[in-house]
């Protein structure tokens, strides 16, 4: 590809597009990054589309230019996903923001890729529905799907990958397919909805999507709970787990995290030792059942400090200061920005591995809070640096990549949520092996020219 042959793309965009094709530094600035610490690449020009047809066309004349195409969904990815490295066109799906249909009784609906997760759950409110994935950020599902993501409700309700039934997708040669459908299960063929589901828009542009909706519960109770180590939080969930109590969230604050949640949320105050925080779903007898059996398992494993939240204001108070958990991290060191990582181990190896985890950061020098989705196996590390410090900024790439060889060590992968994008592609080859050839084989006979989102996930020769 040339900048001639971008150039080219552009002037027929332009033509397709109107004012809906950008080429102004402000749209193209706000699209060259997303949220993770990555150096950002502009692209060329901002495609602005409202219908599958209108992308299809799109992708149409990019595939003609051989001119990259990167998806955008709201930016709030965090390995560099979004970043055109190559230039070329970004193609922003926010305008694509309708809910197409909401089949209460077969528990789905149908959206367009630019709606969030918090719009979605509006329109469903009247519905006594709800869509249970929760990333933290009001992501698009479109750029959800794209990512695999998951977040705090997935111990019980799933991540995207259970919670995806069928889409509709823009090939790289333009044209538009549908996979699944709305049956919950099938055995017809390849399971095609799950190869776009993670691939990260390096295999098409998600146009539609059917998603799972599950019921909201009669009865929602919340909870803080303090322990002596992580070990016996860690502990005291995987007791949990084993006897089959239904936990709808349980997320683990190490002790650095929660200095920062103090410093942060100075209103809520608490013991700067690890914390989990949980919610119980369910009917109001089942959950007084599962609050007094998880009371009675993490009193044996050295838990306290129980506060419990039932009214809706103070749940929402409790987990708006975990979603802010990036920001209370950052507040530890003002100023500094933060490196971002995540990994995945089998639960049975958390403990170990976040215990392990704490030693590295200790000789790393750098300060990193550690917040989990314990109940998978799940956590994440926010690497504090200060802008423009090239020792530190080395320090903190080294820590992260002992992190995530160690979660390979233990059985796990390098990254449970945030996905592969820029930051993890280097480690792909050691989790995978020979499986990681086989995914750039299909890379290369879906998008022979390497056009969607070239350099993430996988490498074209």
Known sequence: ???????????????????????????????????????????????????????????????????????YGIGTSLEGHVIPVAGGVSVDTSRMNKVLEIHDSDLDAVVEP???????NEELRATGLMFTVDPGADATLGGMAATRASGTNSVRYGTMRENVLALEVVLPNGQIIETGSRARKSSAGYDLTHLFVGSEGTLGIITKLTVRLFGQPETISAATCAFDTIENAV??????????????????????????????NPDMPMAETPHLFLEFHGSE????????????????????????????????????????????????????????????????????????????????????????????????????????????????????????????ELGGTVTGEHGVGLGKRKYMQAEHGGAYALMATLKKAVDPDNIMNPGKVVTLN
Not at 17 to 36: N, V, W
Not at 53 to 60: C, G, Q, T
Not at 114 to 120: E, I, K, N, W
Request: hydrophobic share 40%; net charge negative.
């Open 235 to 264: 502990n005291a969930v995987i007791m949990a787990i084993q006897i089959g109590l239904p936990l709808a969230r349980v997320e683990l604050l190490d002790d650095m995290q929660m200095k920062g949640m103090n410093i942060y």
């Open 285 to 408: 007898a089942g959950v007084a059942e599962q609050v007094e059996m998880f009371r009675s398992i993490s009193e044996d494993s050295g838990g306290s400090d129980f506060k419990w939240a039932t009214k809706t204001e103070d749940r929402n108070r409790l987990w708006k200061a975990r979603h802010n958990a990036y920001y209370a991290g950052k507040s530890l060191r003002k100023g500094a920005e933060g490196v971002v990582t995540d990994c995945c181990v089998p639960i049975s190896a958390l403990a170990e591995c976040i215990a392990r985890t704490k030693e590295e950061i200790a000789e790393s020098g750098l300060i990193a809070p550690i917040v989990g989705h314990v109940g998978d196996g799940n956590f994440h590390l926010l690497i504090l640096v200060e802008p423009g410090n090239e020792d530190e900024m080395k320090r903190a790439n080294a820590l992260a990549a002992k992190v995530n060889h160690l979660a390979l």
């Open 114 to 120: 630019g709606v969030t997760r918090t719009q979605l």
């Open 1 to 71: 590809m040339t900048s001639q042959n971008i150039a080219s793309a552009i002037e027929e965009l332009k033509a397709l597009l109107g004012d809906r094709l950008s080429t102004g530094s402000s749209i193209l600035e706000m699209h060259s990054h997303d949220e993770a610490y990555s150096t950002p690449v502009m692209p060329d020009a901002v495609a602005f589309p409202e219908t599958t047809e209108e992308v299809s066309e799109v992708v149409k004349i990019c595939a003609r230019h051989k001119c990259p195409v990167v998806p």
